[in-house]
């Protein structure tokens, strides 16, 4: 045993396999359903006449006020809310498209030299 040459250490061959994983692409939420809103410009020249019409078109009447620069507000806040949305759907859309595209495979024929 005193004389004896250790065991040799076993060979390790590191490999590097690429693995492609199959990433199922999700089905789109279903559209978004909006409804129509009405807007009536009220002035105290036009009150009267407005309140009279509302009233018998709709019964009940209930203000709720906003301001013209508010209003602007509730504009630009729409647009922001596209932007994103459009921005959101360009990122799923490379996604979709990029997710399980697999590289080009080597050319396995013979190359000559």
Request: aromatic share 12%; charged share 30%.
């Amino acid at each position: 045993m005193f004389g004896s040459k250790p065991a040799p250490e076993p060979i390790v061959v590191t490999k590097t396999e690429l693995v492609y994983r199959e990433i199922p692409i999700q089905s789109r939420p279903k559209p978004v359903t909006l409804y129509n809103i009405e807007f009536y410009a009220v002035t105290k020249e036009n009150l009267e006449a407005f309140l009279e019409r509302f009233e018998k078109e709709n019964g009940d009447v209930v203000f709720f006020a906003i301001s013209v620069p508010d209003y602007e507000n509730i504009a630009l806040n729409m647009g922001e809310l596209r932007r994103f949305i459009e921005s959101q759907n360009a990122i799923i859309l490379y996604y979709e498209e990029n997710v399980n595209k697999k590289p080009n495979e080597p050319n396995t024929e013979n190359e000559s030299e």
